[in-house]
């Protein structure tokens, strides 16, 4: 399995440019997210899904969007990006249920907006 | 939101000894607390998911505490050694339904375990 998989790596974008960050998973999760790590923030939740064709927002929502159109994949869209989306982003992956919703991280993507 | 709270911030240790943080949580609509393992430059990795109070476990030299009731976990690590060194994450997720149940991390508690 390759576990939780994220592309690009890392990313620089200009101010209003849009893009898409890919998340993929071959465990067949239910359970899918996204997160953004800024220092002395921690890990803040940006979207999640608890399966296809179902999202939410979490913490910090604006400037985002997600779909989930099958269970392998979750893309997490900047619409219009500013320097403030400046982050390490991950997207994590879990089971529901009895597992507890224990989370599998996929490497990150370093973005940076000028 | 959930609120999520570690402690300390960071923790100078030395090789050899014990040392234990702790991870404060909201008791109400409680449904599971987990603890992570972030090293840097890699992703953060599961030590343990727990869900009952007066839950106990235990992996290697990392054990870890919860109390429901209360809204706290301690996560210890006996006889600290370098590959230790980490940031240590908590995280609480609520029961499903009624929105905003998706896990809440705390900011973590960096470890640095000195030879």
Redesign the interface.
């Known amino acids: 399995n390759a576990g939780v998989t994220q592309t690009p790596k890392f990313q620089v974008l200009k101010t209003g440019q849009s893009m898409t960050l890919q998340c993929a998973q071959d465990m067949n999760h239910e359970y899918m997210?996204w997160?953004r790590q800024d220092p002395?923030?921690?890990?803040?939740?940006i979207h999640?899904s608890?399966g296809a064709g179902i999202t939410?927002q979490?913490?910090v929502p604006n400037g985002y969007n997600v779909s989930r159109s099958t269970t392998e994949d979750f893309p997490l869209r900047l619409l219009s990006a500013a320097p403030s989306q400046t982050s390490v982003y991950?997207c994590a992956s879990s089971f529901?249920g009895s597992?507890?919703?224990?989370?599998?991280?996929?490497?990150?993507t370093r973005l940076t907006v000028t | 939101i959930l609120n999520v709270e570690q402690s300390p911030q960071s923790l100078h240790v030395q090789e050899g000894d014990s040392t234990n943080f702790t991870c404060s949580f909201p008791s109400s609509n409680f449904y599971a607390l987990h603890w992570y393992r972030w090293e840097t430059a890699k992703s953060p990795e599961a030590l343990f998911v727990m869900t009952l109070n007066g839950d106990e476990k235990k992996k290697g030299r990392i054990s870890a505490t919860l109390n429901t009731k209360e809204g706290y976990s301690y996560l210890y690590i006996k006889g600290s050694q370098p590959e230790d060194s980490a940031t240590y994450l908590c995280a609480s997720k609520p029961y499903s339904g009624g929105g905003a149940d998706g896990l809440t991390f705390g900011k973590g508690t960096h470890l640095i375990i000195q030879p």
């Open positions: 997210s997160y002395g923030m921690g890990l803040r939740l999640y608890v939410d979490g913490e991950f529901t597992s507890s919703y224990e989370q599998y991280f996929g490497p990150g």
